[in-house]
Nanobody
Framework: QVQPVESGGGLVQAGGSLRLSCTVS????????MGWYRQAPGKQRELVAG???????NYADFVKGRFTISRDNAEKMVYLQMSSLKPGDTGVYYC???????WGQGTQVTVSS
């Protein structure tokens, strides 16, 4: 069974940076599209960024120019580099395999003002 596992969250001041990592077990990682989502308290979970198996990327408007998604198929990793963080970026960040039911457990990102 594949299971994404996130890491890299933490507390950072506004304007700072964090890099989130997600690893996925199994030998088929290179075939998966991957996505990063976030959920703020009291809000619905929303897509932040996605990357296809061939490396094409897409971003939510609210992170364009600030966040970068990337992947390393050899290491079975997907990353989310977050820069110019704002308090509104606070939430639990989740990694997901494509549109599947396979989600990670989430990692907390807190941006202080």
């Amino acid at each position: 069974q594949v299971q994404p596992v996130e890491s890299g969250g933490g507390l950072v001041q506004a304007g700072g940076s964090l890099r989130l990592s997600c690893t996925v077990s199994g030998s088929l990682f290179r075939l998966y599209a991957m996505g990063w989502y976030r959920q703020a308290p009291g809000k619905q979970r929303e897509l932040v960024a996605g990357i296809s198996s061939d490396g094409s990327t897409n971003y939510a408007d609210f992170v364009k120019g600030r966040f970068t998604i990337s992947r390393d198929n050899a290491e079975k990793m997907v990353y989310l580099q977050m820069s110019s963080l704002k308090p509104g970026d606070t939430g639990v960040y989740y990694c997901r395999i494509g549109n599947s039911a396979y989600w990670g457990q989430g990692t907390q990102v807190t941006v202080s003002s």
